[in-house]
């Protein structure tokens, strides 16, 4: 079941988001921590926000900008402003959709179905497929949420982070070439340099320090990566 986060000062219009998301199959979580929207999320970890415009405090484009720091999760802006501007800001902080109030709720629902399938690779509503769960030495992995469980803890990836880790967690205990990387995890048609990888590389180790495992990606010096599940030694200790 995916988590939506709704931001709507509109008690109203969240409750009827909330109501309506519920009843096609979604986890809906109404928060009404409007100054502080980014622990919201960190605790939460949603897999889509819909996020209104006018907001106490800091406006909604404040708050994509502090999420788009630790997520790239889907974000569909919801607001009463119709001008061109402020889709075109939207768009610039890091948003995916913009729709304008008033709205009807089968338009939302239409448009989370769609960003969900986008960015975790399934239709979600009626599908009939089990969710697909990655084991591997203690850790389990989500690719289509996507994220990555280790003990009690649970991080939510970008996608090139959770493309990265699918990849390096198939070819294991082999080394997977960069340009095998490149090929999985960029549009050929698309100009990605040296650093781009490496930033990548680079993220998701952060993501494994952060659940307390060092060294999780090895650099094979001239040809590429693989994963080294040292946390594994530890866990037999």
């Known amino acids: 079941m995916y988590r939506i986060l709704i931001v709507e000062d509109d008690q109203r219009i969240a409750e009827l988001l909330s109501n309506h998301l519920d009843k096609y199959g979604y986890e809906p979580i109404v928060t009404h921590q409007f100054d502080a929207i980014d622990q919201a999320f960190e605790q939460i970890m949603p897999h889509l ?3 209104d415009v006018n ?3 800091f406006d909604g484009y404040y708050w994509c900008k502090q999420i788009r720091k630790i997520s790239s999760c889907p974000i569909i802006f919801i607001s009463a402003r119709t001008g061109e501007l402020d889709q075109v800001m939207a768009i610039e902080y890091g948003g995916d959709d913009f729709v304008t109030k008033p709205f009807y709720y089968d338009v939302i629902v239409a448009k989370v ?3 969900i399938r986008r960015s975790y690779g399934e239709l979600s509503i009626g599908a009939t497929d089990t969710e697909r769960e990655v084991h591997f030495y203690g850790v389990t992995f989500f690719p289509e949420r996507p994220e990555l469980h ?3 803890q649970r991080l939510s990836l970008m996608k090139k ?3 990265l880790l699918d990849l ?4 294991y205990p082999r080394t997977v070439k960069r340009e095998k990387i490149f090929e999985r995890m960029w ?3 698309e100009f990605i340099n040296e650093n781009t990888l490496n930033v990548n590389v680079a993220r998701l180790r952060k993501k494994f320090a952060e659940l307390g495992i060092d060294n999780a990606i090895e650099t094979v010096k001239g040809l590429g ?3 080294n599940a040292s946390w594994n030694e530890v866990d037999k200790e």
Do not use: H, M, T, W
């Not at 390096?168 to 070819?171: C, G, V």
């Open 49 to 51: 926000v819909l996020l």
């Open 55 to 57: 907001l106490p405090k």
């Open 113 to 115: 179905k769609s960003q």
């Open 150 to 152: 280790y003990g009690q």
């Open 161 to 163: 982070e959770a493309d």
């Open 168 to 171: 390096l967690i198939n070819k």
């Open 187 to 189: 549009d050929e048609k």
């Open 225 to 227: 990566y693989r994963l």
